[in-house]
C-alpha cells in the first residue's frame, strides 16, 4: 500500500506523520461509528482537516487498510496472552518483606 505524505511506516506500524498516534486507533474508532468531528474532539492534536484525509485514504483504501487492521489486531491480541500475569500475592510478599517505604526527610544521620 502507497502511504500518502500524511501517513509514516515505522517497525511496521502506520501513524499520522508528526504524531504518535497510529491509523490502526482511527480506523478503529471511525468503524465504531465515530465522526470525524468526534475523533478530532478525541485527539485534540489532530486538527479536522487531517482527520478527514486519514477518513479519505481509508475509504479509498479499504480493502488494504482492513488488511493492515487484521494484522494489527492478531498481533495485539498475541501480545496480550503472551504478557507476563501480574502476580499480585508475590508483589505482596516482597513489598511487606521490603518494610515500609522511606523518604529522605525521614532518614537520620547519626
Sequence with gaps: M?????????????????HRLGLYHLV????????????ASRYPTLPLS????????YLDNQSEVDSYMAT???TLDDERRSA??????ALRRRLSSTGPPTSA??????
Design 2 to 18: 502507497v502511504l500518502p505524505d500524511f501517513l509514516r511506516s515505522t517497525d511496521g506500524e502506520i501513524q499520522l506523520t508528526g
Design 28 to 39: 478503529v474508532r471511525y468503524n465504531e461509528g465515530e465522526s470525524a468531528e468526534m475523533l
Design 50 to 57: 487531517l482527520v478527514h484525509k486519514v477518513i479519505a485514504f
Design 72 to 74: 494489527c489486531a492478531t
Design 84 to 89: 507476563k500475569e501480574l502476580d499480585l500475592s
Design 105 to 110: 526527610s525521614e532518614a537520620t544521620v547519626g
